[in-house]
């Protein structure tokens, strides 16, 4: 896929987004843009809009918080969530972006469901996105 996507984003500008966005804890907090607002639009909303074009979406991109027991890494994603709860201008979603827990396939099923339980626990405590 190549040139830009229907939001007028290219897929380099997103991962450029995503690897200069503001990162807190393993998260970075991202904004999509649309075209061009229109007149009333910009009148109406200039908190929402960059260089006259209307924000679509903001979300995060959340990655390799390795949730296991024998670490402090739920605490750590537990921060991240708190921090992005806390954002004055929020985002809209959480993106996952992969390794959610520690090694499952090096792991025994005991342990696998147990990260698995971490994981979950973290999610429904410190999670209202």
């Known amino acids: ?15 450029g987004a995503v690897l200069a966005g503001g ?13 061009e607002a ?5 009148k109406a909303n200039s908190d929402g809009q960059e260089n006259g074009r209307k924000r679509v979406l903001r979300f995060a991109h959340v990655t390799d918080v390795h949730i ?5 890494a739920s605490e750590g994603y537990a921060a991240c969530l708190q921090h992005l709860h ?3 201008d929020r985002p809209e979603l959480i993106l996952m972006g992969g390794d959610a827990i520690m090694d499952a396939l090096k792991a025994d099923e005991a342990q696998t469901r147990d990260r698995w339980r971490l994981y979950r626990e973290v999610m ?3 999670c209202r996105i």
């Open 38 to 42: 229109s007149g009333e639009q910009k």
């Open 124 to 126: 429904e405590r410190h």
């Open 68 to 72: 296991t027991a024998d670490r402090r």
């Open 23 to 35: 990162t807190t804890a393993g998260c970075a907090t991202i904004n999509l843009w649309g075209a």
């Open 1 to 15: 896929m190549s040139g830009y996507n229907k939001k007028g984003l290219s897929r380099r500008q997103f991962i």
């Open 86 to 88: 806390e954002q004055q």
